[in-house]
């Protein structure tokens, strides 16, 4: 019988995991500008937008931490991976219906639903790779699957633009909500090529009981939130970011006392992730601005008026933001935009017109076609589509001539290459003049395909190194904690977000940014030949 190049159970979780991403980058997408709309949405603030945006992120990547446990020592990842579908199915759902409760009651079911999917099906697929038929090629599937998520997170923001254009928020909400149901169909339709690898496993006499870790860890999680909050003068930007930063410390010191209580051959592959999760917060602090920073950007300073020629064919689609200029006021058409108050003597134009010169304006009367803004989340997924190929045909080059990077190495040219994408950033706030005219999209294209390039050396990266080098024991539970460095960072990347207005020259934030990555990388480089050392004996 002729080997197979991957295990059978790859394009069921492959196919799962994009519809997954379907639903959760559709949301993602659009709901910073929901937020902010003050027609149909909650007309929030920038700084406000950004802060729930943060929390929100933050949460949805720290309940893979209890997910992780659940399922590696009672649950089992199959069941898992349904409830966590199902509940954020739901939740978007939820969503669609435009009350504050139900905002909430639904990123609740979401942030659950992700705790329960997410480290579970990431290590489901790691187990299939465990054998010797497969075990040189995770890192290759670890790349196919990530390809997997981007194609549900390119084709999403499309049907998102087509659904609110033509019927309301809550329709794309609902949209995300079935793609999830679809995707769990597929997860059940393949079982009987996976169900081998769910494998439960108990606690033994070096692991904390599960009651235990609710007693001493959660529970002393949810206290220190509260202490947190309720600081006279929040710390860091927000009570809520102080609330979740003051929640994470029992949950990093059940790391730390995992490290130290570890049998002594687990020791090093358990401190070798623990460092690498405490330098990649920054990649997701920078990356995950994309729902924040970078939607404004795209939103109110990119150029998303729409080629003549491609105007009847996007229409026909419904795919464009249509709007009608009257006497230095925006009539709304298609719930798009606020609409000036004509009893104020101060004209009130729609943000995007804010920074187009005045000979450039519409004329009275005349129509304008934009890109929807949520299409431009679909860039990076494009990117990450296009390169993952030639990403594996370089490392796979490399690896014929015995030069390709061990996968620490990898992690740590990711944060390098990614802080590169943050010039040009910089460069496109020199080329608009701060704002001043409309930018060339292709500096916003430019920048997603260099960080796209990093996050392919970084994200499929780290968790295929979880895979690796987690004690079998402990795989899901190493697969939560680095979802924690994500759901950390992801809240650090709402308070940069919320600084974005204090920053009158918008090239010093992006500064900034790139000096974090690039400190990082510094910093991982620094620790290479340790790491590099572990991940030789123990993988």
Not at 314 to 321: A, C, D, R, T
Not at 426 to 437: E, H, K, L, R, T
Not at 504 to 520: G, P, Q, R
Request: positive net charge; contains cysteine.
């Amino acid at each position: 019988m002729k080997p197979r190049k991957h295990p059978k159970a790859l394009p069921y979780l492959f196919f799962s995991e994009m519809w997954e991403r379907f639903g959760y980058y559709l949301m993602i997408g659009i709901f910073t500008l929901y937020l902010k709309d003050s027609v149909d949405g909650f007309a929030m603030t920038e700084a406000e937008a950004s802060d729930l945006y943060g929390t929100f992120i933050a949460f949805v990547f720290l309940t893979p931490f209890i997910g992780g446990l659940l399922a590696d020592r009672l649950l089992g990842y199959r069941l898992s991976i349904t409830i966590g579908g199902l509940m954020m199915g739901v939740g978007y759902c939820i969503l669609s219906i435009h009350s504050i409760p139900m905002l909430y009651t639904g990123m609740l079911f979401i942030i659950l639903g992700n705790g329960f999917f997410k480290p579970n099906i990431s290590t489901l697929l790691g187990n299939l790779y465990n054998s010797e038929e497969f075990k040189a090629k995770k890192d290759a599937g670890y790349n196919i699957f990530y390809m997997g998520i981007n194609i549900g997170a390119f084709v999403c923001n499309f049907f998102g633009a087509a659904l609110y254009n033509m019927i309301g928020w809550g329709a794309a909400f609902f949209a995300a909500g079935i793609g999830m149901f679809i995707g769990i169909i597929i997860f059940w339709a393949g079982t009987k090529h996976f169900k081998h690898a769910d494998i439960i496993k108990p606690a033994t006499g070096k692991d904390m009981p599960l009651l235990k870790i609710f007693g001493v860890i959660l529970l002393p999680s949810i206290a220190f939130g509260l202490i947190g909050y309720l600081l006279p003068e929040p710390l860091v930007g927000s009570h809520s970011t102080d609330a979740f930063l003051f929640g994470c410390i029992p949950i990093i010191f059940f790391y730390g006392r995992l490290l130290y209580q570890s049998p002594q051959e687990e020791k090093k592959p358990i401190a070798a992730m623990l460092a690498i999760f405490s330098v990649v917060i920054m990649f997701w602090a920078v990356f995950k601005q994309n729902g924040s920073t970078l939607n404004t950007w795209a939103d109110r300073y990119t150029d998303r008026e729409i080629p003549a020629g491609l105007v009847p064919i996007l229409e026909g689609l419904k795919l464009v933001e249509k709007n009608v200029y009257v006497k230095d006021t925006f009539v709304v058409m298609d719930n798009q935009f606020r609409i000036a108050d004509k009893t104020k003597t101060e004209i009130t134009y729609h943000p995007y017109y804010k920074n187009v010169v005045k000979k450039d304006l519409p004329q009275e009367g005349e129509t304008s076609f934009l890109f929807n803004t949520n299409l431009f989340q679909s860039v990076n997924p494009f990117w990450v589509i296009a390169l993952t190929p030639l990403v594996l045909a370089f490392f796979a080059f490399l690896r014929r001539k015995g030069r390709e990077p061990s996968t620490p190495a990898k992690l740590a040219f990711g944060l390098l290459i990614s802080g590169l994408s943050c010039i040009v950033m910089v460069g496109a706030v020199y080329a608009c003049d701060n704002g001043g005219v409309k930018n060339s999209a292709w500096w916003f294209i430019s920048s997603y395909a260099v960080i796209t390039i990093g996050e392919l050396f970084l994200s499929p990266m780290g968790l295929s190194l979880v895979s690796k080098l987690s004690p079998p024991r402990l795989t899901a539970l190493m697969m939560g904690g680095w979802f924690l460095a994500t759901s950390i960072g992801n809240k650090l990347s709402g308070v940069l977000s919320s600084f974005w207005d204090k920053y009158e020259f918008k090239a010093d934030f992006f500064w900034v940014n790139t000096i974090l990555l690039v400190s990082a990388s510094f910093v991982m480089f620094a620790m290479l030949k340790w790491l590099n050392k572990i991940f030789k004996e123990y993988t």
